[in-house]
């Protein structure tokens, strides 16, 4: 009787594996890719199967999928708890209201600090009954090295905010956003730091003046109605000591000097600190797909086991380190960012659906916080647009990927079975709008979704 259970058992599950194959296979061999190369794993993690593979050693352009071993990193090795600091210091003497000496901002390569994380450190200068600094405004980005952007970053991304200056002082993602209603427009943060160049032309444009590399914001032609933007700024450091000299103007603290790039001295007094957990810094990483929040993540990495000044290799160290330790070959690999812009970027399915697969058998915690990390396909994210009316609606979360040509898609799901699957999606190599691309990435995740 047993014999006879086992022997119907294996009979549906061949019938089942070859039914998901079919499936599978007739989507793949469209047309699309005779071009357009696929690779695909998809893992049964409660059943610790592979359900289906596909050309899944196959080494392609990852793109914001290197996130999800820059988190997993991040997870692992800061911890969940570790904290990106900026600190506020003082030096000299205060008396009555007036400090005679000079302010330090000491950076920590948060890549969340925004304009309204300055008016913590005015109410600490308050508490201190300082109205006035008669001194200057420093800042210390001693953090990390001065490379601006990652290896192979693209010229031509400039000024994009999907490549943002790099620096251990990082403010508003190191963006400006401009918004327009009607003919008027409105900049955020409102700050002296940018210059507004408006000029006539028949069509419509905003960008700022990269090729001479300044910050100057030059509006063409006439606004569109409820237009946005967001655009990059150069010399952030610069940018995040002019805000802050501005918000203290607004707060009724006076500096009298200047505002200077300058390390840290001995012989300085403590006043407060804002923080910021990687629990939180992983949300917007995963969610909004974030480069800022995945470099700094590299940076810290590198900062913890190798010292000040981080830099990108050293961190790129503990990523391969991780990859070796859950059974792969680092070498195998090439790793040079921690976002993905790259297009240097080389991963295989294999890898990111493995990678997945540890963090939920190794860390269930951490898998916890990396799941609830990653875009709800058809409510946020950068999948709120996708799978709206689909069967994966509101159960597929993963990571996207694009670059030019590039459109990946890795990460959990759970099937009416309701067992747990890993996926990783990689196609590379398509012309034109990554949409179709996205299209059959959804029909093959619908398909995962309905397994019994």
């Known amino acids: 009787?047993?014999?006879?259970?086992?022997?119907?058992?294996?009979?549906?599950?061949?019938?089942?594996?070859?039914?998901?194959?079919?499936?599978?296979?007739?989507?793949?061999?469209n047309k699309f890719f005779d071009t357009c190369l696929v690779a695909i794993q998809i893992e049964d993690l409660t059943a610790d199967k592979v359900l289906f593979k596909k050309n899944e050693k196959m080494l392609l352009r990852p793109a914001s999928n290197m996130k999800i071993l820059t988190s997993a990193a991040g997870l692992i090795y800061l911890d969940e708890d570790y904290e990106f600091k900026t600190n506020l210091y003082y030096e000299g003497f205060i008396s009555n209201d007036t400090l005679f000496g000079n302010i330090f901002v000491e950076g920590g390569c948060d890549p969340d600090f925004s304009t309204q994380d300055f008016y913590e450190f005015s109410e600490a200068l308050k508490n201190l009954n300082i109205k006035v600094i008669a001194g200057n405004l420093y800042g210390d980005i001693s953090f990390k090295d001065s490379m601006y952007w990652g290896k192979g970053w693209m010229w031509d991304d400039d000024p994009s905010s999907d490549a943002p200056r790099l620096s251990a002082l990082n403010l508003n993602d190191n963006c400006l956003e401009?918004?327009?209603?009607?003919?008027?427009?409105?900049?955020?943060?409102?700050?002296?730091?940018?210059d507004i160049l408006i000029e006539n032309d028949t069509s419509f444009s905003v960008y700022r003046d990269w090729m001479n590399n300044t910050n100057k914001i030059i509006i063409r032609g006439k606004p569109e109605n409820n237009s946005y933007f967001k655009i990059n700024i150069t010399n952030p450091e610069k940018y995040f000591l002019t805000v802050f000299r501005e918000v203290l103007d607004s707060s009724e603290i006076e500096l009298t000097g200047e505002i200077e790039i300058k390390n840290l001295k001995a012989n300085v007094y403590y006043i407060t600190s804002v923080k910021r957990k990687f629990y939180d810094v992983i949300v917007n990483l995963n969610k909004n797909s974030d480069n800022l929040s995945a470099e700094?993540?590299?940076?810290?990495?590198?900062?913890?086991?190798?010292?000040?000044?981080?830099?990108?290799?050293?961190?790129?160290?503990i990523i391969k380190e991780l990859i070796d330790s859950i059974g792969f070959q680092a070498s195998n690999y090439r790793i040079v960012d921690g976002s993905g812009v790259s297009h240097y970027n080389v991963l295989s399915a294999e890898l990111l659906s493995g990678m997945l697969k540890y963090v939920y058998k190794k860390y269930p915690e951490k898998f916890r916080i990396l799941y609830e990390s990653f875009p709800i396909a058809g409510v946020d994210g950068t999948l709120e647009n996708r799978m709206k009316?689909?069967?994966?609606?509101?159960?597929?979360?993963?990571?996207?990927?694009?670059?030019?040509?590039?459109?990946?898609?890795?990460?959990?799901?759970?099937?009416?079975?309701?067992?747990?699957?890993?996926?990783?999606?990689?196609?590379?190599n398509f012309v034109g709008s990554a949409k179709r691309v996205r299209d059959l990435q959804d029909k093959i995740l619908g398909i995962l979704t309905e397994i019994k």
Not at 296 to 317: H, Q, V, W
Not at 389 to 418: E, Q
């Open 178 to 194: 401009i918004f327009f209603d009607n003919e008027q427009f409105e900049i955020s943060p409102r700050t002296s730091f940018v």
């Open 296 to 317: 700094m993540t590299l940076y810290a990495l590198s900062e913890k086991y190798f010292g000040r000044p981080a830099n990108a290799d050293s961190g790129i160290k």
């Open 389 to 428: 009316d689909a069967k994966a609606f509101n159960n597929v979360r993963a990571k996207t990927g694009t670059l030019t040509g590039v459109s990946c898609i890795s990460g959990y799901l759970t099937t009416k079975k309701n067992h747990s699957l890993a996926f990783s999606i990689m196609m590379q």
């Open 1 to 29: 009787m047993l014999k006879k259970f086992l022997f119907s058992f294996l009979i549906v599950s061949i019938s089942f594996s070859q039914s998901l194959s079919s499936k599978l296979n007739k989507i793949i061999s």
